[in-house]
């Protein structure tokens, strides 16, 4: 089993619908990344997050620590969002990544 | 500055060929790693430097040998590759290790031939 579960690995959407990706994780962390990797490859850091809620712009990223749970909400999605969106975390200090599989999100116009 | 920059974005190369990638900073960031990305999988994380010393190596083959002449400059030299060495090489910094987000590059789409 992955120590980083995302949820779903493939969203379609229609433009403006509200979405969410899910992330879970079953190690002790010191951070979670939320990430975005466009189809040229270049990756874009969205949010860091050790507690509580975090928003840029239609972006909200939440995590609860008790649960090892993490999630990124979309509002209002726009055909541009399409992209694939990594869930990351740190253990420790160690400083190395340990990342998700990614979710393909598709929003169609 | 804000970015990291990598070049080249693209690199065919044969497998008895010398070749390296670059990967630069300027945003005081005293950590830079390089990932391995295959298609349609997360990177995987080849090696960590933590102010110009190397303090990850994730057993990666000695065909790939890392560099850090200085604090906002890291290489990958590459030799004897084999093609399935071929894929995306990230780089990435950090303020400091582990504890702070982290700024990717767009990466070096490699092809080895």
């Known amino acids: 089993k992955n120590e980083v579960e995302q949820s779903p690995q493939n969203l379609t959407a229609q433009e403006g619908e509200f979405i969410t990706i899910n992330c879970s994780y079953s190690?002790?962390?010191?951070?979670l990344h939320w990430l975005q990797q466009h189809p040229g490859g270049g990756i874009v850091s969205l949010f860091m997050?050790?507690?509580g809620k975090k928003k840029h712009g239609r972006l909200i990223a939440t995590i609860n620590i008790q649960e090892k749970h993490s999630s990124l909400h979309i509002t209002a999605s726009h055909p541009r969002d399409s992209a694939v969106y990594i869930c990351?975390?740190?253990?420790?200090?160690?400083?190395?990544?340990?990342f998700g599989k990614g979710t393909k999100l598709s929003v169609k116009p | 500055d804000t970015e990291v920059t990598q070049t080249p974005k693209h690199l065919v190369m044969g497998m008895t060929n010398k070749k390296s990638l670059k990967c630069e900073q300027h945003?005081?960031?005293?950590?830079m790693y390089w990932y391995k990305q295959k298609a349609k999988k997360p990177p995987e994380l080849m090696f960590v430097?933590?102010?110009?010393?190397?303090?990850i190596n994730e057993s990666v083959p000695s065909r790939f040998s890392p560099e850090c002449p200085n604090s906002s400059l890291l290489n990958l030299h590459l030799h004897a590759l084999q093609p399935e060495d071929s894929a995306l090489y990230l780089c990435?910094?950090?303020?400091?290790?582990?504890?702070?987000?982290?700024?990717f590059g767009s990466g070096t789409r490699l092809t080895v031939v």
């Open positions: 990435a910094s950090s303020p400091s290790q582990g504890r702070d987000g982290y700024t």
């Open positions: 190690v002790g962390i010191s951070a």
């Open positions: 997050l050790s507690s």
């Open positions: 990351a975390v740190n253990r420790g200090s160690q400083g190395n990544l340990i």
């Open positions: 945003m005081g960031h005293r950590a």
């Open positions: 430097y933590s102010y110009e010393k190397l303090s």
